[in-house]
């Protein structure tokens, strides 16, 4: 009977000692789950801050910047502050159209180009593309840094990735779409690019309507002509 007594008394202490065991690991499991969601939440706040200091908004998914004009092909025109300049850049949408860039080429500078002439031609892991101006003037520069690293379109396409810098020959862009008009036709964009991905690759590209980054490297080429041809109003 003592033997029975000191087997089951054995088993209690190991089932006791396994109890314990899984307490603490469900306890760590607990502890580095809110350490992870802290964390988000941390990164979510820094990202969300940043774009407030660079006056950015989200609206379904695509980032755009409220100070800034934005023409139907996906550039963004902004006056350059205390010049008598304006800068150009491509919008969300392009830089998620196009796919990775890995090089563009700028005319030089004091060169005259009217609205709808290309303003930049654009290589990318699927083709080129040839980008139209959003606005007439005079080439005063263009961005070396984008030139070293074109990554910058996609990682910081409103500021350090700008493209342009020109001379406005009129104001004929102030006429293109600014604040709450420009942010629902980004939205409709950014919506229409989630459909295209949808139709051509037969699968969910994005929930809610959000843009997907590896979209654009999963069309053949034919497909990514016929897409920058209808979003970016230019040759693929």
Not at 18 to 41: C, E
Not at 54 to 62: E, I, N, P, Q, R
Not at 122 to 139: E, K, L, Q, Y
């Amino acid at each position: 009977m003592n033997a029975l007594f000191s087997i089951i008394q054995t088993i209690g202490i190991f089932l006791a000692g396994l109890v314990v065991r899984f307490g603490l690991l469900v306890a760590v499991l607990l502890v580095l789950t809110a350490i992870f969601l802290v964390g988000l939440g941390i990164v979510r706040l820094a990202g969300a801050l940043r774009r407030r200091v660079l006056g950015l908004s989200v609206a379904d998914g695509v980032s755009w910047k409220r100070q800034g004009y934005y023409a139907p092909g996906h550039t963004w025109v902004a006056s350059v502050r205390g010049q008598a300049a304006i800068r150009v850049g491509f919008d969300d949408v392009a830089q998620h159209v196009l796919g990775h860039v890995t090089a563009v080429t700028f005319p030089s500078p004091g060169t005259k180009v009217q609205e709808g002439e290309p303003l930049a031609e654009v290589t990318c892991a699927n083709g080129r593309a040839v980008i139209p101006a959003p606005a007439g003037g005079t080439v005063l520069a263009f961005n070396n840094a984008v030139i070293d690293d074109p990554t910058l379109i996609h990682r910081d396409p409103y500021r350090r990735g700008w493209l342009v810098s020109l001379e406005p020959a009129n104001t004929a862009y102030t006429r293109l779409l600014w604040g709450d008009a420009a942010k629902r036709w980004l939205r409709e964009e950014s919506n229409r690019w989630s459909r295209v991905l949808e139709e051509q690759l037969q699968l969910h590209a994005a929930d809610g309507g959000e843009l997907t980054a590896p979209g654009a490297s999963l069309l053949n080429a034919e497909q990514w002509n016929a897409t920058v041809r209808s979003f970016l109003k230019t040759e693929g």
